[in-house]
Each structure stands twice: as C-alpha cells, then as structure tokens.
Nanobody, 115 residues
C-alpha cells in the first residue's frame, strides 16, 4: 500500500508562484511513475506533469515553461514548482503514483489564482 499526501496549495495572484509537495509513504517498486493532476470546477481531471523513477519528465502543453516537476527519491517526495501562474491554473491538484499495475491518489491540495 502507498499513501500520498499533498501540501503547498493556497491563494496567489496571477503571475505569482507556488510550490506543491507530495509526500509518499509505504512500499515502493524500483520502477514507478509519479504525476500531478489537476481538476478545475466543472471540468475533468487533467494530467499536468509526470516524472519517472529514472527522472524523465513530461508536461501538459498548457504548463510547459512555467511548471517544473521533480522528485527526491531518498525521501519519496515529489514537487511541482509553479511559476507565472494564471487564473486558469486554478483547481485541486492531486498527486498520483503508478507502479506494478496499481494506481494511487492523494486527497489533493487547492490552488486558487486570482486575476
């Protein structure tokens, strides 16, 4: 079993920055993929960024150049540095881990960007 706990959300003005953290605990495989998803009110959950256990990253087009995903494997922690935030970045940000055919989700942290 894996538990994921997000933190770092909040209210920020457009153009500002936030850093989200995802603390993972439990049993981990040597090969896994961690991701950040977000869900805006009335919209489907969407993939924001992904990082593999070997450090390969991928981003949604809407956040490329503004967001940076990273992970500190020794502490099983993942981060999302969000810069130049826009009102359309508002939503609940969820941490996700996939390994061995299983998928785990955190409860999410709210990010609100005011114009």
């Amino acid at each position: 079993q894996v538990q994921l706990v997000e933190s770092g959300g909040g209210l920020v003005q457009a153009g500002g920055s936030l850093r989200l953290s995802c603390a993972a605990s439990g049993s981990f495989f040597s090969i896994n993929t961690m991701s950040w998803y977000r869900q805006a009110p009335g919209k489907q959950r969407e993939l924001v960024a992904t990082i593999t256990s070997s450090g390969v990253t991928d981003y949604a087009d809407s956040v490329k150049g503004r967001f940076t995903i990273s992970r500190f494997s020794a502490k099983s922690t993942m981060y999302l540095q969000m810069n130049l935030l826009k009102p359309e970045d508002t939503g609940v940000y969820h941490c996700n881990l996939r390994q061995g055919g299983f998928t785990y989700w955190g409860q999410g942290t709210q990010v609100t960007v005011s114009s």
